[in-house]
């Protein structure tokens, strides 16, 4: 039997809301009044193109993934190995960055993943970089405008998984007070395992339940 190891430990709070609700939030006073407004406008869009050159680039090693590790949606890859680049690509739907206005940085980067299920739109974002809850809530802020534009669906879940060095409860609380009429999905510590085989598998580890879906 193979041996496996927890490798990667992320927080994460998902969520569920009808399209009409998310709309009615970016549209209205709430998200231009809210702390993190400011990095919104910052906080650009990469093509896929963009993101693989990102990656490529060890400089961003470092800062961005710490450990080396990068997880899409749950499944773990190595970064470092340049061959594993194209298989996150092929996973993402979107990427966006944070850069530094001081010296052109990459502060913080976060992904998408979007897939249709018979309940609605599904829509995981990994977000890495600055330990910092404006920037987290930018980001996903960022990734909502998106959904709200791409999805065709009445019904919406999306979910944020980030590093444990943000505090859970302080994130979940910061995000409580932008996100008017947002219903949770589950909220807690997970994480991703690997055999020691392949050291590349997409088994989740929640221990605070599953999904709600």
């Given amino acids: 039997y193979p041996v496996y190891y927890k490798i990667y430990f992320q927080h994460y709070v998902s969520y569920q809301v009808t399209t009409e609700t998310l ?33 490529q680039n060890g400089t961003h090693w470092e800062h961005l993934f710490p450990t080396g590790t ?33 010296n052109n940085r990459i502060q913080s980067l976060s992904f998408g993943t979007q897939y249709s299920t018979k309940f609605g739109d599904v829509y995981d974002i990994d977000y890495y970089g600055d330990l910092d809850i404006n920037s987290l809530i930018g ?21 944020v998984h980030f590093p444990r060095e943000i505090p859970l409860e302080a994130a979940k609380y910061a995000l409580d007070k932008v996100l008017t009429g947002f219903k949770y999905g589950c909220w807690g510590h997970g994480g991703s395992i690997a055999s020691e085989s392949d050291f590349c598998l997409d088994i989740p580890l929640l221990p605070y339940g599953s999904s709600s879906l």
Avoid: Y
């Fill in 139 to 159: 980001h996903f802020l960022s990734h909502m405008i998106h959904l709200e534009r791409s999805s065709k669906e009445s019904k919406v879940f999306p979910a």
């Fill in 70 to 102: 990068v997880i899409v949606n749950w499944e773990c890859f190595n970064v470092t190995k340049l061959d594993n680049i194209g298989e996150i690509i092929e996973r993402i739907s979107t990427c966006f960055i944070l850069k530094s206005k001081s």
């Fill in 23 to 55: 709309s009615n939030l970016l549209h209205t006073n709430i998200i231009p009044n809210c702390p993190a407004a400011d990095q919104i406008g910052n906080i650009l869009p990469l093509t896929m193109d963009e993101t693989k050159d990102v990656l």
